[in-house]
């Protein structure tokens, strides 16, 4: 997707979802846009015209926190089960994606 987010964004495999109502919703992480090492998922959802996906919210749905040690997410998958979202994704606690410290979180949302 073309996202007004700054030049230097790069986005990472993104995850599409049917929604409730049938539109397509695409869930996103991305480089983050401040320029520094942090990743964070966004939610797109389709235009409904086939002319490709706008941000829903126009803010991230999932940011990491470096004060508290979580430096990033990426490779968001979302499900609908029991009427929540249940959103899984990786995650790591170094700067800049070290690979050694990579797991597995999940977030729960109605």
Known sequence: PSLPLGPTTTFRPPFVLEDADG?????????????????EVYRLRD????????LDPRRPVLTPDPAAGFYGVETPAVVFFRG???MYVTSYYTPCCDST??????????
Do not use: E, K, R
């Open 84 to 86: 929540q979202y249940h």
């Open 23 to 39: 539109s397509l919703v695409m869930y996103a992480s991305v480089g983050a846009i401040d320029g520094s090492c942090g990743v």
């Open 47 to 54: 235009t409904g015209n086939g002319s490709g996906f706008l």
């Open 101 to 110: 410290t990579h797991t597995i979180a999940h977030a729960v949302s109605p």
